[in-house]
């Protein structure tokens, strides 16, 4: 029991077991294992596994394990294998070929091998793996000359061919004219003939260089592209090489997964089990459906099964298995056997459930792989941190019905970390740069606002307090939003309140009131006169010296600080960018917002909703802004005009939730950037000439207005109108321009969180500590490193609830279950870009992972901010989840002449592939065809 406590401590824990000895390769097998403690830390977490689960007897293929340590010195010693590899592989290879009775790539019944790698901390199908290593050529001599065999050979060629050079199956279908399924000597010459070609160097015929090479190969993919990207996308610290696994093959009739707790409902007390015909691979590639069989824990009897789709297999040598794929590949009696087995182990793990690689073969299952259940601690955190949020949501009510209702700052900060909430918090509370901007207008936000503010985060959404938005005008005025209405139309929260509320009457109110009305009429004064001169102060006198603070921000060395000087610098930075260059940056968008309103109110009571609301965007379609001036300069960029270096100087301070102060920059990481200028290398138009297009529609509108209002009988509004028009241009395009210099700031503010993370050794950890926190930190580590990992599986497990747009405090038992929909083949939405598109529904949740999507889509996806802009220039249409008339998405949709509507959780009621219709007029979106 004492060695099973240390086994499961080392596998859940990953704390470092020390070995001082130069032994860089451990046997592992069925009664065949060596003594030691399974670390994770030197044997990765694949190989901790097999030797535990061959320490206790279980059916393990035996084969041996090269050490994570062996990876850092293959690196140290300039790629090359240390003194003593080699006789080390060579002693536990013949080992190996004496336990299995095989000789490796020889014979009639040839040693196969799987080379896999396994690091300390799994990293799901970041580096390379290679089965049936050993298989040559010459073993047709010995086991036929069959279609079989040349298969087998044909999956390992690409296989490997694949890891090497990352030449595909179709590369190689298309330069030889033959598929696997010409299955034929003849066949594999072509592949390896073009293989040495397109890499320039020999393919290993001889078994022993085959496997030299998979070791180096799992070895060079420590430092592939795409591992050095998981790791810093996970923060992954403190590992520093991969282990190498070789395991004699297990030849698969059947393979696949199991679960012995379901991760998705732990409620459910059943193991989950999921498989298909022939070598695990094409279950873990994603090429096969396979079959899943839900499993009670109690008697081990299946309760439910689901066929997959098993039209591709890859091959184990010898392999007879008629492979029926209408058929499920497991019975009820291997069914219960592999239960039984997996409660066995879990039971060996003293209860921790675990996820388990078997396979199947001359009647018996063999493991592969087993693991803790990642992401099962997030799992047990959904409903505990639903139902506390439930219960803190009856105590913020007090007892009355309130509502919260999402608000558009979620666009570019779906999910804040701790300290960028804490930040953000303050910046839009009533004494933060927010505030400030109302009280420098001569409104009187309260007491509650100004400590408070006047959001809420609720399972990690940011919403908005109705009761306190009002607040955010005049302390004591007893007026409120209609909370029925804001249920209904949440957009009436943009507007000052404009109801009456007796109960909320102090007992002066009436002495007071003629203050108050005072003060209203002061505050509309010095509101005009602001807004005539907003965008001449704000360019002349107010982002000169900001400019100039941020260049020399710049050039600031933080190395040079203590910590407790960083921590003031920090709050220094907050200050003078937030709450004083951001109240002022927020001015002139703010006053063009206000003019904008006018311009809508007006022609709506004169031509109605539809008719008066898209006059009204028309009209201030193509402006001049910071966003339009990216996206040109991205697909300048693209099309050879512009360098990157040119574009990351100008623009390196944005990035895709730019709000989150833990995301990178792109002047940090520019891949994402670069995978969005490669997206727009075959772009239709240029953003220019869609620009110009739309800056076409606004002028013939604007010529036209005079007609159209006398058309309405308005002609009397006409110099009103045009004056609120004009105001609107000038100042909306600040909503953009002010944005992009205060992310200039906010770029200063996280270099300092930077340099703190630095001296700490936290990586993105420090995100989650709140900014009084970070003070604190050095004198109490052991208390904060706790704190932070419960904060990070909440922050995640939150991120799993489906949250609905407005919140009611009446009913909030399945608040953040899944929202169900009527079903319906058209949904309802705010239409915020006019126009009528139809195309191919494109989901995308982040713009640097979308891919190759095409032409003439309609984009879905949760919300945008400028990093989203390349895939604009192929949509057709625009569907988001949230924003407004003034939300990012909503500009550039106008700007590029598209159709938009804003339609809560549309991602989860769209399917990627439909034929769908966006009606940009009314907010309609139709469901035409299924999956495309």
Request: proline share 4%.
């Amino acid at each position: 029991m004492q060695q099973t406590k240390k086994v499961l401590f080392a596998l859940r824990r990953n704390k470092m077991v020390i070995q001082t000895s130069k032994q860089w390769v451990y046997f592992f097998g069925e009664k065949n294992a060596e003594s030691i403690t399974p670390d994770k830390q030197l044997l990765g977490g694949k190989g901790a596994g097999l030797l535990a689960m061959s320490q206790a007897g279980f059916p393990v293929p035996p084969g041996f394990t090269i050490t994570t340590e062996t990876c850092s010195a293959f690196f140290d010693n300039g790629n090359k294998w240390v003194d003593g590899l080699y006789d080390q592989i060579k002693d536990n290879l013949e080992k190996l070929e004496k336990l299995t009775g095989r000789t490796f790539g020889k014979g009639s019944k040839p040693l196969l091998v799987s080379v896999r790698s396994g690091a300390a901390v799994s990293m799901p199908g970041m580096m390379d793996t290679i089965l049936n290593c050993g298989i040559n050529r010459n073993l047709a001599d010995d086991l036929g000359d069959t279609p079989e065999f040349w298969k087998v050979y044909l999956q390992f060629v690409t296989m490997f061919s694949k890891c090497i050079g990352g030449v595909t199956l179709r590369e190689f279908e298309k330069e030889t004219g033959k598929t696997e399924k010409d299955a034929t000597r003849e066949t594999a010459d072509l592949y390896i003939k073009y293989y040495e070609k397109r890499i320039g160097r020999k393919f290993p015929h001889d078994p022993w260089d085959a496997l030299k090479e998979c070791i180096d190969m799992v070895f060079d993919s420590w430092h592939s592209e795409r591992a050095i990207a998981y790791r810093k996308q996970n923060d992954l610290r403190g590992v520093t090489g991969t282990a190498v696994n070789v395991q004699s093959m297990f030849p698969s009739d059947i393979s696949g997964i199991l679960f012995t707790q379901d991760p998705g409902d732990l409620k459910a007390n059943q193991i989950v089990i999921e498989g298909s015909y022939g070598l695990g691979e094409a279950i873990v590639s994603g090429d096969v459906t396979p079959d899943r069989f839900i499993v009670s824990r109690d008697d081990c009897s299946l309760t439910k099964s689901y066929l997959g789709n098993k039209s591709e297999m890859v091959y184990a040598l010898g392999s007879t298995i008629n492979a029926d794929q209408e058929a499920l590949c497991l019975n009820d009696e291997q069914i219960v056997e592999l239960s039984k087995l997996s409660l066995s182990i879990e039971e060996y793990f003293e209860g921790v459930p675990i996820d388990i690689e078997w396979g199947w073969a001359d009647g018996k299952f063999g493991l592969l792989q087993s693991r803790p259940i990642r992401g099962l601690e997030i799992t047990e955190d959904v409903e505990v941190g639903r139902i506390e949020e439930i219960a803190r949501i009856k105590m913020l009510s007090k007892g009355k019905r309130s509502v919260w209702v999402a608000h558009n700052l979620s666009e570019t900060l779906p999910a804040p970390t701790p300290l960028s909430w804490d930040i953000v918090k303050h910046f839009m509370s009533g004494s933060g740069g927010f505030g400030m901007l109302y009280k420098d207008l001569g409104y009187k936000p309260s007491k509650k606002v100004c400590e408070d503010g006047f959001l809420e985060l609720i399972c990690g959404r940011i919403y908005a307090d109705p009761d306190r938005v009002a607040q955010l005008f005049w302390e004591g005025l007893p007026m409120t939003y209609d909370l029925q209405a804001i249920i209904k139309d949440k957009s009436l929260l943009e507007a000052a309140p404009n109801k009456f509320d007796a109960e909320k009457t102090e007992p002066d109110f009436l002495f007071k009131f003629p203050g108050l009305l005072y003060a209203m009429y002061k505050c509309s004064k010095k509101t005009a006169k602001a807004k005539a001169s907003a965008k001449e102060i704000f360019d002349q006198t107010i982002l000169p010296p900001y400019l100039a603070y941020l260049e020399k921000k710049r050039s600031q060395d933080l190395t040079l600080l203590t910590v407790s000087e960083i921590i003031s610098e920090c709050k220094d930075r907050i200050k003078n960018i937030l709450d004083d260059f951001g109240k002022e940056s927020l001015k002139p968008g703010f006053f063009g917002g206000m003019a904008l309103s006018g311009v809508h109110q007006m022609l709506v009571q004169l031509m109605g909703e539809q008719e008066g609301a898209q006059l009204a965007r028309t009209l201030c379609m193509g402006l001049e802004d910071t966003t339009t001036e990216q996206n040109i300069m991205i697909y300048d960029v693209a099309t050879g005009h512009k360098t990157l270096k040119e574009l990351l100087e100008k623009f390196g301070h944005r990035t895709v939730g730019e709000m989150e102060l833990s995301t990178e920059r792109w002047r940090e990481n520019s891949s994402g950037l670069e995978t969005m200028i490669n997206g727009l290398k075959n772009a239709n138009r240029s953003p220019r000439e869609m620009h110009d297009e739309n800056k076409g529609k606004q002028r013939a509108a604007e010529g036209s207005l005079k007609e159209t209002l006398e058309e309405f009988g308005g002609s009397c509004f006409y110099e009103g109108l045009k004056s609120d028009l004009d105001m609107a241009r000038e100042l909306l395009p600040y909503r953009e321009i002010g944005k992009h210099y205060l992310m200039m700031g906010y770029e200063m503010i996280r270099m300092t969180i930077l340099e703190l993370s630095n001296r700490f050794d936290l990586g993105r950890d420090i995100f989650f500590l709140e900014l009084f926190e970070l003070e604190k930190y050095e004198s109490d580590k052991i208390k904060y490193d706790e704190l932070i990992a419960k904060r990070k599986i909440r922050w995640q497990s939150a991120k799993r609830l489906d949250m609905p747009d407005v919140i009611d405090s009446a009913f909030i038992k399945n608040l953040g279950n899944a929202i169900v929909y009527e079903s319906s083949e058209e949904l309802s939405g705010d239409a915020v870009s006019a126009g009528i598109s139809t195309g191919i529904a494109r989901i995308v949740f982040n713009p640097g992972e979308a891919g190759d999507i095409g032409v003439d889509y309609i984009l879905v996806c949760p919300s945008t901010d400028p990093a989203w802009t390349s895939l604009f220039i192929n949509a057709k249409g625009l569907v988001i989840e949230k924003g407004g008339v003034l939300s990012h998405g909503s500009i550039v949709a106008r700007d590029f002449g598209i159709p938009a509507v804003v339609c809560p959780n549309v991602t989860s009621r769209i399917k990627d592939g439909q034929m769908v219709r966006v009606d940009g007029n009314t907010g309609k979106i139709s469901i035409i065809e299924g999956d495309q």
